[in-house]
T-cell receptor, first 112, second 114 residues
Framework: EPEVTQTPSHQVTQMGQEVILRCVPI?????FYWYRQILGQKVEFLVS????????KSEIFDDQFSVERPDGSNFTLKIRSTKLEDSAMYFCASRDDKVEAFFGQGTRLTVV | GNSVTQMEGPVTLSEEAFLTINCTYT??????LFWYVQYPGEGLQLLLKATKADDKGSNKGFEATYRKETTSFHLEKGSVQVSDSAVYFC?????????????FGTGTRLTIIP
């Protein structure tokens, strides 16, 4: 069964460093998303991406964040200068024209 | 704006007990409604969905009915198992241009004891 794949599963980084979280969406999907879940809190929307551009972003998705689909298969989330409060589980999701989105297993980001 | 309110957790039940996790929503437009489940150490998996009023979503013995009159989508299961222990998230999506985000509730942690 097709699935969304995220790497790495766990990333530890020092405050101020750049991180790139990687996702391989399901191959025929058209809509891509990043969400995050701070430990013990709700899942929050970060950004949606369609037709090679951002279609919506939340207040959390400030200038420190960027997304890219560099080669038609990968979908990346970059955080330019990480802060302690960026520590969270980051989920990638993708969707075709149907209703439901499929999520990856997540990347746990720990900023120290 | 759109929002989802879920029953506060954690919830602890004995095996074979009846489960209800309440979920109510506020939405502009006509949302699709979802329950996602997160097993320990894993990502989010779609459990069931309903796209219009009075639809019933069902999967793995879980059911939820889209009630427009009460803006609710409560999750139920007649007889829970230890393997149902997980965090359950209610979510909605309002479609207007095709790329709309999911809005999640806070999640309800369910623990089933043998």
């Amino acid at each position: 069964e097709p699935e969304v794949t995220q790497t790495p599963s766990h990333q530890v980084t020092q405050m101020g460093q750049e991180v790139i979280l990687r996702c391989v969406p399901i191959s025929n999907h058209l809509y891509f998303y990043w969400y995050r879940q701070i430990l013990g809190q709700k899942v929050e929307f970060l950004v949606s991406f369609y037709n090679n551009e951002i279609s919506e972003k939340s207040e959390i998705f400030d200038d420190q964040f960027s997304v890219e689909r560099p080669d038609g298969s990968n979908f990346t989330l970059k955080i330019r200068s990480t802060k302690l409060e960026d520590s969270a589980m980051y989920f990638c999701a993708s969707r075709d024209d149907k209703v439901e989105a499929f999520f990856g297993q997540g990347t746990r980001l720990t900023v120290v | 704006g759109n929002s989802v309110t879920q029953m506060e957790g954690p919830v602890t039940l004995s095996e074979e007990a009846f489960l209800t996790i309440n979920c109510t929503y506020t939405a502009t437009g006509y949302p699709s409604l979802f329950w996602y489940v997160q097993y320990p150490g894993e990502g989010l998996q779609l459990l069931l969905k309903a796209t219009k009023a009075d639809d019933k979503g069902s999967n793995k013995g879980f059911e939820a009915t889209y009630r427009k009159e009460t803006t609710s989508f409560h999750l139920e299961k007649g007889s829970v198992q230890v393997s149902d222990s997980a965090v359950y998230f209610c979510a909605l999506r309002v479609q207007y241009f095709g790329n709309e985000k999911l809005t999640f509730g806070t999640g309800t942690r369910l623990t089933i004891i043998p």
